[in-house]
T-cell receptor, first 112, second 115 residues
Framework: RKEVEQDPGPFNVPEGATVAFNCTYSNSASQSFFWYRQDCRKEPKLLMSVYSSGNEDGRFTAQLNRASQYISLLIRDSKLSDSATYLCVVNDRDNYGQNFVFGPGTRLSVLP | NAGVTQTPKFRVLKTGQSMTLLCAQDMNHEYMYWYRQDPGMGLRLIHYSVGEGTTAKGEVPDGYNVSRLKKQNFLLGLESAAPSQTSVYFC??????????????FGSGTRLTVV
């Protein structure tokens, strides 16, 4: 089983739609969780950290469920500029020190 | 602008050739990483460093070597390139604290093709 799993998509949604991605992780000792955004042929960039109580940043809401070992990202009122690949990232203290383990990403296309 | 700079951005190698990828950061970060990204597999850690003069193996270290002689630079070497090393390589760095707030800062990547 992969350490971090995501539905690769693509998710094709119209502008203004609400879309949600889930991510599951296998290591119950994982400490920190993140969502990164990666545009085509570009480097990943931090979108938001995921906190235990859930957190929101504008149109983006992240949730963490430690019991079920999954993380979610909700995007409301999708914009064309939201089209990208969204990477779920887990900070795994057990392997390679405090290093990130990346999911394969979920591709989102927002259509006009 | 402050950040992580990778050179070169593109390279084509013949099987058996060697090369070095350079990563430089000007943020005084302690930790530096080399990842490779292949379609459908996400980023995989090759080697990393927790400070000047230190290096350690990641998930896929075979065929690569690294050095961190200066805090700001992290070099990735391929001694004898193989077609399986065709990939996009990303360097990243982070500070020893502020992980939750700032995460990793990535370079723009090196696209390497081995023919």
């Amino acid at each position: 089983r992969k350490e971090v799993e995501q539905d690769p998509g693509p998710f094709n949604v119209p502008e203004g739609a609400t879309v949600a991605f889930n991510c599951t992780y296998s290591n119950s000792a994982s400490q920190s969780f993140f969502w990164y955004r990666q545009d085509c042929r570009k480097e990943p960039k931090l979108l938001m950290s995921v906190y235990s109580s859930g957190n929101e940043d504008g149109r983006f809401t992240a949730q963490l469920n430690r019991a079920s070992q999954y993380i979610s990202l909700l995007i409301r009122d999708s914009k064309l500029s939201d089209s990208a690949t969204y990477l779920c990232v887990v900070n795994d203290r057990d392997n390679y020190g405090q290093n990130f383990v990346f999911g394969p990403g979920t591709r989102l296309s927002v259509l006009p | 602008n402050a950040g992580v700079t990778q050179t070169p951005k593109f390279r084509v190698l013949k099987t058996g050739q060697s090369m070095t990828l350079l990563c430089a950061q000007d943020m005084n970060h302690e930790y530096m990483y080399w990842y490779r990204q292949d379609p459908g597999m996400g980023l995989r850690l090759i080697h990393y460093s927790v400070g000047e003069g230190t290096t350690a193996k990641g998930e896929v270290p075979d065929g690569y070597n690294v050095s961190r002689l200066k805090k700001q630079n992290f070099l990735l070497g391929l001694e004898s390139a193989a077609p399986s090393q065709t990939s996009v390589y990303f360097c990243a760095s982070r500070s020893s604290d502020g992980l939750r707030r700032y995460g990793y800062t990535f370079g723009s990547g090196t696209r390497l093709t081995v023919v």
